[in-house]
């Protein structure tokens, strides 16, 4: 908990910057360059040009934040009082602006909101209201952990304590502009004292470099990256009280020791090295495009050119320029570099699309070798005693006179305190519930408690008992690498018989329908292709592919086309990377039985791409059913840098929504699976406005599934804090018009609106920094604990934490509860959610959020790798298959039987060692082959 001072304000300023034409200047940089200037600036500031002593003029500094539209201020701005505004500091005839003009229009002064007041203070008579005063001082940013301390200060210096100032009333702050302000003041705090990485702090003093089990280096440092936010919630739901909250966690950043110019040099020595034709080209080819990061400040940029041609001493800094690079980095940067005129210098993206230059040595590949990704369980994790000692050293920032803090003219005491934040002695405590293991069926046959964390063991031994002239026969298109020639078919035959062992609904026949041989890249499209559209397909078609990408990667480049091409079909399909484990001739018994248990993970993969439902979850009875489970998430893609747009450019982003019926409680007959799946292309970065997206999904699904359902639970992802009204109130009327407006028809042959269907939704936030420890700090939740005790300013929420890592701190997922109706008052939300979260069929444990919207997740992320974003794909084809899973099998050294959380949803399970990915995926063709499942549809 954080407690506000009784005098805590600050000042909100509104500014206009406009060009010499009158326009508003966008650029953000510019903006705050000419706030510097008119403030700051020794020759024409605004402060420096009045009667404060330098000090003074410090202090301010430090106490200003620049937000792009306004600035904030702990303390007023002399010069800038109310009665004065708006005032023109800069005009575009003044020089020093360069045309440009800044105008102070407004300001407005904030206390706390008023549900963080605390009441005033009486006298002993009950009738006259107290004078109190702030712990800190009112001239200098300082704060005092005594009255004792505050007053000795006030003596010896001439100022006076915090009180509140005659003739000005500041009005009760919205929460989005207090938390702001709060924020904003924080990261300045923590950039005081340490170096910002991305949206975390480091010391970049204190790191480790982590060894391999032989005590060779892995080449990478880790540093332990801090990152807080401040946040208020409420303790009790039924309860107006709330309060100020500070989560703060502890993360790692990992970094190559291997600069750029050492992997070229390749442990030659730099100033001997010479480069042919070829080597040039060939390290042109391996970094253009590619991401580096600097190791002095650990920006990141997108590489353009390699050249091999300049040097840091002999490359200017630009055309007018007689500095060099090499000068520029000792004189500017403090840095002095081990090979000045050594090449080659890497031409990279700057600020704007511009183009800057940066010597080879102080940069490194953003990339972490495979060897190194295996092994991130192990060193870039942290136990709950380390982030508990974490938490103790951040409380250094928030309370007075425990830390220096690097303020100006050597100011004492921590920022946050001294503009009225303090961080109470006591954390937060909360009840903690441990969920049961839903009861978890296979074949018929119960899964035994024990074996809740893992129970792939339980389904080798499923025995689904169709008689073979009952079963469907897939006819197996076989694609092979050139190089698996003689190979594939043992390994097809060992493939077969896993599938054909379960005696469900689907076998696999002895030999395959048909063997197509692919190469790389292009050539393994082309040969897919050319089979498809110059062969009879029959009906019943499953694609297996077995893949082996060149230089060993650990995804084939054809993937994403292959995929397109077979959705676009309609065709199931499923791809097995060769590269982590070489099926065709196991080396030895160890290698042998992984690919056993990597084969048999597949055949489960098949019969659940087909519509089997492996397993069974049972699920709360007070659900009413009919029921319908969406979930819905958005893929954003990363942005690269386009060779030729000249910038960095992102794919337009990807929704997907799934839908999933349940229509009894039991297994009972339903042995497959009934799920719909629709994507849509969206703009760049877009989440919101999914309302008709999700409509037209679900008067979709329900039209195939032809029900009425009684209930409707929608679980939403990628959703944060600020744009959760936006989303619920998009998306929740889209919702109930789908539910309400569709007219089936009933048993009688009438057609009839649907009876008013109970709904629930629920925001999905994985990546929060919450971690809830025990009371000692010492140990992490259990699986299955829930939380119930922290709520949201708006929403009542609730957290689960599914998964209990050995080597890392349990990640909890909180759920924001923005809709439930008074049909589903008796059931629980957190008991749905716990019982879907084993329903996932790609992942034999519990994952981090419910199946429907982890399923939703893994389509938009296929959809969105697609050159059309998925418009191509046959949902209609793919009704009641689960097409678009991709099984990854992560592998590292941890010991047999132990769970590691990747951070994802999903966990990494039993570990075996070496790394080993295996990617899949399928689909079916098209209407008429729906007759798979042995149903007209």
């Known amino acids: 908990p954080v407690d506000v001072m009784p005098r805590f304000k600050f000042y909100l300023y509104g500014v206009d910057i406009t060009d010499r034409g009158g326009k508003q200047i966008s650029s953000r940089r510019r903006r705050e360059e ?51 505004l708006p005032i023109d500091l800069v005009r575009p005839d003044n020089p020093a602006s360069g045309g440009d003009s800044f105008r102070v229009t407004n300001v407005s002064a904030y206390s706390a909101p008023d549900m963080l007041s605390q009441a005033p203070k009486l006298s002993e008579e009950g009738k006259e209201e ?69 949206r975390e702090y480091i010391d970049p003093s204190k790191f480790t470099e982590p060894l391999d089990r032989q005590g060779n280096s892995l080449g990478v440092r880790v540093f332990r990256a801090y990152t807080c936010e401040f946040g208020i919630s409420r303790p009790d739901p039924s309860s107006s009280h709330v309060m100020l909250t500070l989560t703060a966690d502890l993360r790692a950043k990992v970094l190559r020791t291997m600069s750029v110019l050492d992997q070229i040099c390749k442990g030659r020595d730099p100033n001997q090295v010479r480069y042919d034709e070829r080597e040039i080209q060939d390290h042109k080819n391996t970094y253009a495009n590619n991401v580096v990061i600097c190791t002095y400040d650990k920006r990141t940029y997108s590489v353009i050119d390699v050249l091999f041609d300049q040097t840091p001493a002999s490359m200017p800094l630009g055309p007018d320029s007689n500095m060099s690079h090499a000068q520029y980095f000792e004189e500017k940067k403090h840095l002095t570099l081990k090979y000045p005129n050594t090449p080659p210098m890497l031409a990279v993206l700057g600020r704007n699309n511009s183009t800057i230059y940066l010597p080879a040595e102080v940069v490194c590949f953003n990339e972490l070798e495979p060897r190194v990704k295996s092994q991130l369980p192990l060193i870039a994790s942290f136990k709950p005693q380390e982030r508990n000692d974490a938490i103790d050293w951040i409380k250094r920032f928030l309370k007075p006179g425990a830390q220096k803090s690097k303020g100006m003219n050597g100011a004492v005491g921590g920022l946050l305190p001294a503009v009225g934040i303090m961080l109470s002695e006591n954390r937060i405590k909360v009840n903690v519930k441990c969920l049961t293991l839903p009861p978890l069926m296979t074949a018929g046959n119960p899964i035994p408690a ?34 698996l020639d003689r190979f594939y078919s043992q ?63 650990s995804c084939d480049p054809a993937y994403s086309s292959v995929k397109q091409m077979l959705g676009r079909a309609g065709y199931l399909s499923q791809f097995v990377n060769f590269n982590n484990c070489d099926h065709a001739s196991p080396r030895d018994e160890k290698q042998s039985r992984r690919s056993n248990t990597i084969l048999s993970g597949v055949a489960r993969q098949v019969l659940s791409k087909c519509g089997v439902r492996v397993w069974w979850v049972a699920v709360p009875r007070t659900l009413p059913l009919p029921a319908l489970f969406v979930g819905v998430d958005v893929f954003h893609a990363p942005r690269k840098y386009d060779p030729q747009a000249g910038k960095r450019t992102a794919k337009e982003s990807c929704a997907a929504v799934i839908v999933q019926l349940l229509r009894e409680g039991d297994q009972g007959e339903h042995a497959t699976v009934e799920v719909y799946s629709e994507t849509q292309r969206r703009g760049v970065g877009q989440e919101v406005e999914l309302g008709s997206v999700i409509n037209k999904a679900v008067k979709n699904a329900l039209g195939h599934f032809k029900v009425n359902p009684l209930s409707c639970i929608v679980w939403r992802d990628g959703v944060g804090d600020a744009a959760m009204h936006t989303v619920t109130e998009g998306e929740i009327p889209e919702i109930r018009n789908a539910l309400q407006s569709m007219s089936l028809e009933n048993g009688s042959g009438d057609s009839g609106p649907n009876e008013e269907v109970s709904l629930a939704y629920i925001v999905c936030q994985k990546r929060i920094a919450a971690k809830f420890l025990s009371i000692d700090g010492s140990k992490g939740m259990p699986a299955g604990a829930l939380i ?43 008991d749905i959610s716990w019982a879907l979260q084993h329903d996932y069929p790609n992942w034999t444990g519990p994952i981090k959020v419910p199946a429907p919207v982890q399923m939703a997740h893994k389509l938009a992320e296929l959809a969105g790798s697609f050159d059309d974003c998925g418009d191509s794909m046959n949902s209609d084809a793919f009704t009641n298959r689960m097409h678009f899973k991709k ?31 295996v990617y899949c995926w399928y689909g079916a063709r098209d209407k008429k082959q729906l007759a798979i499942d042995g149903r007209q549809n």
């Open 450 to 483: 024990h074996r809740g964390g893992m129970w792939a063991p339980e389904l080798n031994r499923a025995n689904f008992r169709v008689q073979p002239g009952e079963a469907v026969h897939l006819n197996v298109i076989l694609v092979y690498h050139r190089s």
């Open 491 to 553: 390994v097809y035959d060992r493939l077969a018989r896993s599938v054909n062992q379960f005696s469900s609904l689907y076998r696999f026949g002895d030999r395959p329908y048909a063997c197509v041989e692919a190469g790389d890249n292009t050539y393994h499209t082309e040969a897919v292709e050319q089979f498809f559209t110059s062969s009879h397909i029959p009906e019943n078609v499953f694609v297996i592919d077995f893949t082996k990408p060149p230089r060993r990667a």
């Open 34 to 84: 000419l706030f510097k200037l008119i403030i700051f600036d020794d020759t024409h500031g605004l402060l420096p040009r009045s009667d404060l002593e330098s000090r003074e003029v410090d202090t301010l500094k430090r106490i200003t934040f620049f937000e792009g539209s306004y600035f904030l201020a702990a303390k007023r701005i002399p010069g800038l009082e109310k009665d004065k």
């Open 130 to 198: 107290l004078e109190t005063i702030d712990l800190r001082c009112s001239v200098c940013v300082k704060a005092f952990a005594t009255f004792d301390g505050l007053m000795q200060h006030c003596e010896q210096s001439g100022h006076r304590p915090m009180f509140s100032e005659d003739g000005e009333e500041a009005e009760p702050a919205k929460r989005e502009v207090f938390l702001s302000f709060c924020n904003v003041v924080l990261q300045r705090a923590m950039g005081e004292r340490m170096a910002r990485w991305g």
């Open 887 to 917: 099984i990854i099998l992560e592998c590292t050294l941890i010991p047999v039987g132990d769970s590691v959380d990747d951070g994802d949803g999903i966990g990494l399970g039993h570990i075996r060692s070496p790394p080993l990915f």
């Open 788 to 830: 119930e005790g922290m709520h949201s300013l708006d929403y009542d929420s609730f957290f689960i934490n599914s998964t209990c890592p050995p080597y890392s701190t349990p990640k909890p997922v909180r759920f924001l509860i923005a809709a439930k109706d008074e049909g589903l008052k008796g059931l629980s939300l957190s």
